[in-house]
């Protein structure tokens, strides 16, 4: 019938956060379009919280941080709209992918989720390899057609009920601001997947700890041309390869934990 058309899709822009002052602020510039903004703040101490209380544009909770994938889920849990668009606090919506999710999201014909690629920085610089160049995931979706499986607690996996496409413009991911604070993450992503591993009751193997790890980074740096990025690309190899030694010795150490602990309650 001329004249009818779909209504105007509204969309909710869904964040989390610890301690992300100095980046979280690039990030809500970035999805001031979104008909809200909720972020999920696990009790930060740098200030990010007092911030978000005088955004005009956030509406800002805290929930205690058990696991990525938990916390996600409480997240999701708060969108008033159907489309949602989640992302990291370190990451930025480009002109473009703003309108292509604009676009997206109001086309009649679109599917239930979209993958996003990602562009990453090291500081404020591009690290074009090193294992990243293909990085993908789900940021766009519509919440009545997805969930977070509670299979994982890190690097959260979307089950859709439906087809999942990809848009063509990139997100802008700020993943390394300095040193300490790339290996502390990567660091707290090896203890999460220990965690993972224990709860599949995967064990802890000495030859595993060092194949693992040197693997990665010669994945990483030597395959995936790592060595085009320069000094950026050893420092991102070398920390990720870190993260994966950290993953087995916190596999070592919950196998040891759980052994007292049944030692201690053995009649």
């Known amino acids: 019938m001329a004249g009818l058309s779909t209504p105007r899709q509204k969309l909710s822009a869904l964040i989390i956060t610890y301690n992300e002052m100095g980046y979280i602020e690039k990030c ?3 999805i001031s379009f979104a008909d809200e903004i909720i972020v999920v703040d696990s009790f930060s101490t740098d200030g990010t919280y007092e911030y978000l209380l ?3 544009k956030v509406k800002v909770i805290q929930n205690p941080f ?3 994938t938990a916390q996600k889920s409480f997240t999701l849990k708060q969108a008033t709209n159907d489309w949602v668009l989640f992302l990291d606090a370190d990451e930025v919506v480009t002109d473009g992918l703003k309108n292509e999710i604009i676009s997206t999201i109001n086309n009649p014909e679109a599917n239930e989720a979209y993958w996003f690629y990602r562009k990453f920085m090291f500081q404020n610089q591009p690290l074009n390899f090193s294992g990243w160049q293909t990085d993908k995931n789900h940021r ?3 919440k009545s057609k997805a969930v977070f499986t509670d299979r994982k607690i ?3 996996t979307l089950e859709v009920d439906g087809k999942s496409g990809v848009l063509k413009e990139k997100l802008i991911h700020y993943c390394y601001k300095d040193y300490a604070d790339y290996k502390s993450k990567m660091l707290k992503y090896g203890q999460l997947k220990a965690k ?3 709860y599949k009751e995967k064990y802890f193997n000495y030859f595993m700890m060092v194949v693992k790890p040197a693997w990665k980074f010669f994945n990483h740096y030597i395959i995936r041309l ?3 990025d320069g000094k950026k690309g050893i420092t991102i190899c070398y920390l990720n390869a870190l993260g994966v030694l950290e993953r087995f010795k916190e596999r070592k150490r919950l196998e040891k934990k759980n052994e007292l602990a049944y030692y201690l309650v053995m009649p």
Request: net charge negative; charged share 25%; proline share 5%.
């Open 154 to 156: 890190v690097h959260e």
């Open 196 to 198: 993972e591993d224990f």
């Open 226 to 228: 790592g060595f085009l």
């Open 140 to 142: 766009l979706f519509r």
């Open 54 to 56: 005088g955004h005009p």
């Open 28 to 30: 809500l510039n970035s």
């Open 66 to 68: 058990e696991n990525f």
